[in-house]
Structure formats: structure tokens, C-alpha cells
């Protein structure tokens, strides 16, 4: 388990998801619950679940999809969609896209 989370405040991400309100009616609650977080190596990406052993027999981290939010207050963003309509993370593609 990860040792590092710190608060989170996720409503930047809420803010963005207004716009797929219809698609995905059950996201602004699912983000709601993103408030602790903890940051990798990568500068890119935030986690909002521990993600050790990724998709293996009674690891948290079961991604089921992924949501790419156009319009966000720091660019086009990923979202990592665990099983139950989780959120696992944040992928910030403007930040990877312009890194040197």
C-alpha cells in the first residue's frame, strides 16, 4: 500500500465532467469521492486508488475503461475507470504531450 496520499480536492475534475453529464451520468458522484491522492515518479498522472499489482486476484486497481475529458482546467485529461464505476486516476495528456 502506498504510504504517500495526501488530500485531494477533486472539483477542476467534476468542473470537466459536466460535459459528458449524459454519457456517463454516475461520474460527477464517482469523482466526488476522489480525496486523497498520491503522485508516482510520473509527473503525469494522479492516483486516487493503489495501484500494485494492477488487474491480479484482490488488487483494488481493476480497470474496466478509460474517459478522455477534452475541456479541463489542465488540458485533455484520461480518466481510469475501475470496475464499480470507480476512479483510479487522472492522466494529464497536455502535460505528456509538451514535456521535453
Known amino acids: 500500500m502506498r504510504n504517500n496520499w495526501k488530500s485531494y480536492d477533486p472539483s477542476w475534475i467534476?468542473?470537466?465532467?459536466?460535459?459528458?453529464?449524459?454519457?456517463?451520468?454516475?461520474?460527477?458522484?464517482s469523482l466526488r469521492e476522489c480525496t486523497k491522492c498520491?503522485?508516482?515518479?510520473?509527473?503525469?498522472?494522479i492516483y486516487f486508488v493503489d495501484n500494485s499489482n494492477p488487474n491480479e486476484p484482490g488488487?483494488?486497481?481493476?480497470?474496466?475503461?478509460?474517459?478522455?475529458?477534452?475541456?479541463s482546467l489542465y488540458g485533455e485529461?484520461?480518466?481510469d475507470i475501475l470496475t464499480s464505476q470507480r476512479v483510479g486516476a487522472v492522466e494529464?495528456?497536455?502535460?505528456?504531450?509538451n514535456a521535453k
Open 92 to 97: 494529464f495528456l497536455g502535460k505528456l504531450w
Open 59 to 71: 488488487s483494488e486497481w481493476q480497470i474496466e475503461t478509460h474517459i478522455v475529458l477534452d475541456k
Open 77 to 79: 485529461i484520461v480518466l
Open 38 to 45: 498520491y503522485r508516482s515518479n510520473n509527473k503525469y498522472i
Open 14 to 29: 467534476v468542473d470537466a465532467a459536466v460535459l459528458v453529464k449524459d454519457q456517463y451520468p454516475w461520474l460527477e458522484s
